[in-house]
């Protein structure tokens, strides 16, 4: 634990800075006040390039994820239950940061779309889960870059990076 302390001291100053901070130029706000950083410019040369045989429907169907890491870094322990993603049948995509989301994805090349997600609307008091639900919203309505390796999926929009692991209910 005490390896972990700093880098959860920095995830928390990141995530509860203020909109607009000139201090830090990376952050750019995405709703009121809820600012989401671009990973550090090492963290983003490291990134894996755009894989060549993207992820289908066949790679995610009936699997749940769980949340391991977002923009490289961990997070903080908390005793609610871990954010996690989940694909069902009609590519139908659902899970938990904050918040709790579902609704109907849409799968081409490897990028996945949820333009109609559907959400709870609650207060997390962990910062990083209130940002993850905003970041995740956008990815998802935006598009996100789908990688699977092993049992590790990675959802990526070109700057920002979630890292899940497989964690499906029966193994």
Not at 69 to 94: C, D, H, Q, W
């Amino acid at each position: 634990m005490k390896n972990r302390l700093p880098l959860l001291i920095a995830a928390l100053a990141i995530f509860t800075q203020g909109c607009g901070d000139a201090r830090r130029p990376a952050c750019a706000p995405v709703a009121p006040c809820q600012p989401v950083c671009a990973p550090t410019p090492a963290y983003a040369a490291a990134l894996p390039a755009a894989p060549s045989n993207p992820v289908g429907e066949a790679d995610l169907l009936h699997h749940r994820f769980v949340l391991v890491s977002m923009n490289g870094a961990p997070l903080p322990p908390t005793e609610m239950e871990k954010p996690y993603i989940e694909f069902n049948e009609g590519m139908r995509v659902s899970g938990r940061a904050c918040n709790q989301f579902r609704g109907p994805g849409k799968l081409e090349n490897g990028v996945l779309t949820v333009p109609n997600m559907a959400t709870t609307r609650m207060f997390c008091l962990v910062p990083e889960l209130n940002a993850l639900d905003t970041l995740l919203a956008a990815m998802l309505e935006k598009g996100a870059t789908l990688s699977l390796s092993g049992d590790e999926l990675t959802l990526s929009n070109g700057g920002d990076v979630l890292v899940y692991s497989l964690s499906d209910w029966v193994r």
